[in-house]
């Protein structure tokens, strides 16, 4: 893998290099971080620290079962293999899912993503919670269910 443009924004991938060598399967960015799912279930992070280029926050969480990475401007959500999701980044953009934590512990099925929000299809539902100008709030509309989104 060879990374190049911005040393900030994810262009210098010297300080994780050597967990790049082998096993990448997918790449995702913000827009100044990078995120790499491995064949593994893990994750490598690297960029801008606020912008989802430091995982350090959540790291043991991201050790083995991630299936998928969604991104906005400046945060990324994982689903992980037991359905539950961490968040790491900019708080205003997505990375900071602490209102919503306990929703997102089981039976997520996807995430779905906007420049500076996260909503997820948990157990048939649809929730979602904002970032950027509204607080964090979760909404569950019982009338909405997911087989009306497909």
Same mark, same amino acid.
């Given at each position: 893998?060879?990374?190049?443009?911005?040393?900030?924004?994810?262009? =210098?991938?010297?300080?994780?290099?050597?967990?790049?060598?082998?096993?990448?399967?997918?790449?995702?960015?913000?827009?100044?971080?990078?995120?790499?799912?491995?064949?593994?279930?893990?994750?490598?992070?690297?960029? !801008?620290?606020?912008?989802?280029? =430091?995982?350090?926050?959540?790291? !043991?969480?991201?050790?083995?079962?991630?299936?998928?990475?969604?991104?906005?401007?400046?945060?990324?959500?994982?689903?992980?293999?037991?359905?539950?999701?961490?968040?790491?980044?900019? =708080?205003?953009?997505?990375?900071?899912?602490?209102?919503?934590?306990?929703?997102?512990?089981?039976?997520?099925?996807?995430?779905?993503?906007?420049?500076?929000?996260?909503?997820?299809?948990?157990?048939?539902?649809?929730?979602?919670?904002?970032?950027?100008?509204?607080?964090?709030?979760?909404?569950?509309?019982?009338?909405?269910?997911?087989?009306?989104?497909?």
């Amino acid at each position: 893998m060879v990374t190049w443009g911005s040393n900030t924004n994810g262009g =210098n991938s010297s300080a994780v290099a050597d967990r790049l060598t082998e096993g990448v399967t997918q790449i995702f960015s913000t827009r100044s971080a990078f995120a790499v799912l491995k064949e593994d279930g893990s994750v490598v992070t690297w960029g !801008d620290n606020t912008n989802g280029g =430091n995982s350090s926050a959540v790291a !043991d969480r991201l050790t083995e079962g991630v299936t998928q990475i969604f991104s906005t401007r400046a945060a990324f959500a994982a689903l992980k293999e037991d359905g539950s999701v961490v968040t790491w980044g900019n =708080n205003t953009e997505g990375g900071d899912s602490s209102a919503v934590a306990d929703r997102l512990t089981e039976g997520v099925s996807q995430i779905f993503s906007t420049g500076s929000a996260f909503a997820v299809l948990k157990d048939g539902w649809l929730c979602g919670y904002l970032g950027l100008t509204a607080p964090m709030v979760v909404t569950a509309a019982p009338w909405l269910r997911a087989s009306l989104l497909v």
